[in-house]
């Protein structure tokens, strides 16, 4: 862990949801400390247990946040602050640019957001330039994505050090987009499963399945650049791209556009409701979580690079 990592001990949890809850235990589990606020008194209430059951998913030892009764005192002493408040312009504009007041001079301020941008909620901050967007993927206490993007390089990349030596896996974004990277992608599949559905070519459990059984299971070790290198054969990208480009561009030319009307929310409805088999939600969050600790565990990013010996 370097200097600049090193010093980032102090975490304040500003939002105490599902996504507050998710990096506080992380946090807590990287042995650093957590203090958080939440304007709405139930959150508050709720918190601790919550992050205690998220500790156990990850086999941690068991740690406890301070729950704060102001967004003074839970910023008082951070060294990075995280907002997980609600996707709001107004609220993330606002309540950045308060933390930024209320917190140490030298603190980082990194929002949650899936979607905004940047230049969209740190208007108001005194110093914008030190608040970035550290977006995790859904829950980030198991999923190591974090996506990146400020406008001031020596802060991004205190941040990406920071991320890394606790285990997470950062990614830069060198312009702001809405969605930013991992959700633009998402999106673009889920859009095309909605036309799917819509046009009756598949149920809901068999375009999941399409997925999972499928090229899910590349996604989870190579994404899609290097999954068509390796889909050229011998000649790798260069070979895919001159031979099988062609396929690629007519594929493209018949993807579809879903119209979200009552009758395709209705498919989807039942068709989630067909494929859980009566599965409770509790029930698939556990399975999700325990699934994910699984792969996190078997996948290693130190072998990424690591030959393999013939």
């Not at 975490?11 to 203090?35: D, K, M, P, Q």
């Not at 930013?180 to 889920?190: K, V, Y």
Request: aromatic share 6%; charged share 20%; net charge negative.
């Amino acid at each position: 862990m370097n200097n600049h990592a090193a010093s980032m001990t102090h975490i304040a949890i500003i939002g105490c949801g599902t996504i507050g809850v998710s990096w506080a235990a992380y946090f807590l589990s990287r042995g650093l400390e957590v203090r958080a606020f939440d304007p709405d008194d139930s959150a508050r209430a709720t918190f601790e247990d919550l992050v205690a059951a998220d500790m156990v998913t990850l086999g941690a030892s068991p740690c406890h946040p301070k729950v704060c009764h102001s967004l003074a005192e839970a910023v008082e002493l951070a060294d990075l602050v995280v907002e997980n408040a609600p996707e709001s312009i107004e609220l993330k504009r606002g309540l950045l640019a308060d933390m930024q007041r209320l917190a140490p001079e030298a603190a980082l301020i990194v929002s949650s957001t899936s979607s905004l941008q940047h230049s969209d909620i740190a208007l108001d901050a005194p110093e914008p330039s030190r608040i970035a967007i550290a977006h995790p993927f859904n829950p980030p206490h198991l999923v190591p994505l974090v996506e990146l993007y400020g406008t001031d390089t020596e802060v991004v990349d205190r941040l990406a050090a920071f991320y890394r030596s606790i285990g997470k896996q950062p990614v830069v974004m060198r312009k702001e987009m809405v969605g930013h990277i991992a959700n633009r992608l998402s999106s673009a599949l889920w859009r095309e499963a909605l036309y799917l559905l819509q046009e009756g070519v598949a149920s809901v459990e068999d375009i999941d399945r399409a997925v999972t059984a499928g090229p899910g299971m590349r996604w989870a070790i190579q994404g899609p650049f290097l999954t068509y290198h390796l889909g050229g054969g011998k000649g790798g990208i260069r070979h895919y791209l001159e031979h099988l480009g062609p396929s690629q561009q007519y594929r493209w030319s018949s993807l579809g556009t879903p119209v979200m009307d009552e009758n395709l929310k209705a498919s989807v409805v039942a068709g989630v409701e067909q494929a859980t088999h009566g599965q409770t939600l509790a029930e698939l969050f556990a399975q999700r979580d325990a699934r994910l600790v699984t792969l996190q565990q078997a996948i290693d990013p130190a072998d990424e690079h690591v030959e393999v010996q013939s």
